[in-house]
T-cell receptor, first 114, second 113 residues
Framework: DQQVKQNSPSLSVQEGRISILNCDYT??????FLWYKKYPAEGPTFLIS???IKDKNEDGRFTVFLNKSAKHLSLHIVPSQPGDSAVYFC?????????????WGLGTSLAVNP | SAVISQKPSRDICQRGTSLTIQCQVD?????MFWYRQQPGQSLTLIAT?????????ESGFVIDKFPISRPNLTFSTLTVSNMSPEDSSIYLC??????????FGPGTRLTVT
């Protein structure tokens, strides 16, 4: 049972344009969401997060939007750069006890073309 | 944040042998975790490494196969025991400094022949 779903395994975007990566979740107990970026042969790198009490969090070129009613979040990268080409993982966590562990999506491979 | 190192970075091992992976954090972290990432898959949590006590294993993972130690707040080891080709994977260590964010090491790429 995949509690965190990234339905697009890959995405290709032109340099300078916006990249939108989507993530859906099923567990209403999740109240904190994170995005990680992973290059080949490296560990995941924390990118940005959002608490369920917010609907938007912005950090430079990266913005995460959360729609709690739809159980959906998205990561926007604008403008996209070739160095953004990587696999992006969405992860979710609850706030209590064992729910603190991160539940991961399968990832979306982003290719930004020059 | 935290900087996490792992060693070895990669290894090729024979079936039936064991490999111990080390994870070092540059600062104290509240929690440490061990993950596995098989080709084309997401990250699967193996266990939470508890300082001074037995690790907490996820469903499908057992201590006899994946013994874990965490003698202090900045160091942990994972042993993959009695290896088979199905254990070929990337093994990742992470440290958690706040309530949610985890920071990862570069991973150990294990190939079992």
């Amino acid at each position: 049972d995949q509690q965190v779903k990234q339905n697009s395994p890959s995405l290709s975007v032109q340099e300078g344009r916006i990249s939108i990566l989507n993530c859906d979740y099923t567990n209403s107990m999740f109240d904190y969401f994170l995005w990680y970026k992973k290059y080949p042969a490296e560990g995941p790198t924390f990118l940005i997060s959002i608490s369920s009490i917010k609907d938007k969090n912005e950090d430079g070129r990266f913005t995460v939007f959360l729609n709690k009613s739809a159980k959906h979040l998205s990561l926007h990268i604008v403008p996209s750069q070739p160095g953004d080409s990587a696999v992006y993982f969405c992860a979710a966590s609850g706030s209590a006890g064992n729910n603190r562990k991160l539940i991961w999506g399968l990832g979306t491979s982003l290719a930004v073309n020059p | 944040s935290a900087v996490i190192s792992q060693k070895p970075s990669r290894d090729i091992c024979q079936r039936g042998t064991s490999l111990t992976i080390q994870c070092q954090v540059d600062s104290q972290v509240t929690m440490m975790f061990w993950y596995r990432q098989q080709p084309g898959q997401s990250l699967t949590l193996i266990a939470t490494a508890n300082q001074g006590s037995e690790a907490t294993y996820e469903s499908g993972f057992v201590i006899d196969k994946f013994p874990i130690s965490r003698p202090n707040l900045t160091f942990s080891t994972l042993t993959v025991s009695n290896m088979s080709p199905e254990d070929s994977s990337i093994y990742l260590c992470s440290g958690q400094t706040g309530p949610y964010e985890q920071y990862f090491g570069p991973g150990t790429r294990l190939t079992v022949t």
